[in-house]
């Protein structure tokens, strides 16, 4: 990954940029930001940059060994710590799955907890960042390099490291090692602990501009220019949601179908088949259950602002707008917010491990009485 390769965000590129010419590069950096805004991609490309023998101005030459190592991800002065599970072991650490890690960043490098969670091929099993890997960024970090290189720690998803974790990186940030630099990439800046978020200089990434998301889209992927920009409106400035419409996958339309049963199902009042339907949405993991319940937050506000005839403020691919048609007339200003907010509260619930059989059917029950207001 180079910059010349990183999706928009040109401030933000020429910012990094000055840091490093003026030698004025923080020792840790925070990217914070929502999903698919270029964060994990920058990351790369400033580790590149700052190990590259010969760079431009402008980016990394791409022909040096550092360069050429960067190609597969196996620079040795590059390391990685993001949530695994333990499996059995005391001391589980991100090495222990670094294949999985460099494929699937190889594949997608602005990676998804999702992505992330299929490549383990996890079910209801939560990811997280153990003490072990602590350790594990301690050790990387004493490892001896040429003078003047860089000894770069990515850090994915910080916010899923357990306390003990947390205070072990905290020491590490305060008494830094020469010549390191560490960048954590978080999609939930608020989880963090207020003592990791002060020792960080944040970088805030906003969503991709529209405009030069469709150009790329036109460019990268074929799209017809009215495609395009539907396409990146639709996705709100996130390059992973842009993809997810191009070529509608198998989890969006798990999804989508889930969504109009439920909302079917509860509208029949069919109590059985809700049950039924509960069983079903519990059985698959807990990503995917995250993400069908933030599918069906977009889903309510979409059809919420469908009844105002202004397609421009709507984000629904074909088949959603279809559904959306019958729909729509049954989110009103009478329900919407109580159905956003037992939407979230179910969110919130799977976030934190409760029953998700429980969990589904009472949100299935709530949506009974919300479809009837």
């Known amino acids: 990954m180079f910059f010349r390769d990183v999706i928009g965000q040109a401030a933000l590129k020429e910012k990094l940029l000055q840091s490093v010419r003026h030698n004025r590069l923080p020792h840790a950096l925070l990217f914070s930001g929502g999903i698919g805004v270029s964060k994990m991609p920058m990351a790369l490309a400033l580790a590149r940059y700052v190990s590259c023998h010969h760079p431009s101005a402008e980016d990394a030459c791409g022909s040096c060994p550092s360069c050429l190592a960067f190609d597969k991800l196996e620079h040795i002065n ?167 419409y191009i070529s509608l996958n198998e989890e969006s339309e798990r999804c989508f179908q889930s969504f109009v049963s439920l909302m079917r199902l509860a509208w029949s009042r069919d109590i059985l088949k809700l049950k039924e339907w509960s069983e079903v949405e519990s059985s698959t993991g807990r990503e995917s259950q995250k993400r069908f319940l933030q599918y069906a937050l977009r889903m309510v506000r979409e059809n919420f602002m469908t009844n105002f005839h202004a397609p421009e403020m709507v984000y629904l691919n074909e088949q959603e707008r279809k559904f959306a048609v019958k729909f729509a007339p049954f989110i009103n200003e009478k329900n919407v917010i109580e159905m956003n907010e037992t939407l979230a509260e179910a969110l919130q619930h799977i976030e934190q491990n409760v029953n998700a059989k429980m969990v589904f059917f009472d949100l299935s029950l709530k949506m009974i009485m919300l479809l009837k207001h």
């Open 78 to 244: 590059l390391h990685f710590s993001y949530p695994i599970v333990n499996r059995g072991s005391k001391n589980a650490r991100s090495i222990d799955y670094i294949k999985e890690w460099r494929q699937a960043l190889l594949k997608q490098p602005d990676i998804t907890p999702v992505q992330w969670a299929e490549a383990l091929k996890l079910e209801n099993q939560q990811p997280m960042i153990y003490v072990s890997q602590s350790d594990e960024i301690q050790d990387d970090l004493l490892l001896k390099v040429a003078e003047g290189e860089y000894k770069i720690m990515i850090i994915w998803q910080p916010e899923k490291m357990n306390e003990a974790a947390a205070n072990k990186l905290l020491k590490i940030l305060e008494e830094p090692y020469p010549q390191t630099l560490f960048i954590l990439i978080t999609d939930a800046e608020e989880f963090l602990l207020p003592t990791i978020l002060s020792r960080t200089q944040r970088i805030h990434f906003p969503p991709i501009d529209t405009t030069v998301l469709a150009a790329y889209l036109q460019e990268r992927m074929g799209l017809s220019v009215a495609d395009a920009t539907d396409v990146s409106r639709r996705a709100n400035g996130s390059f992973v949601r842009a993809m997810e």
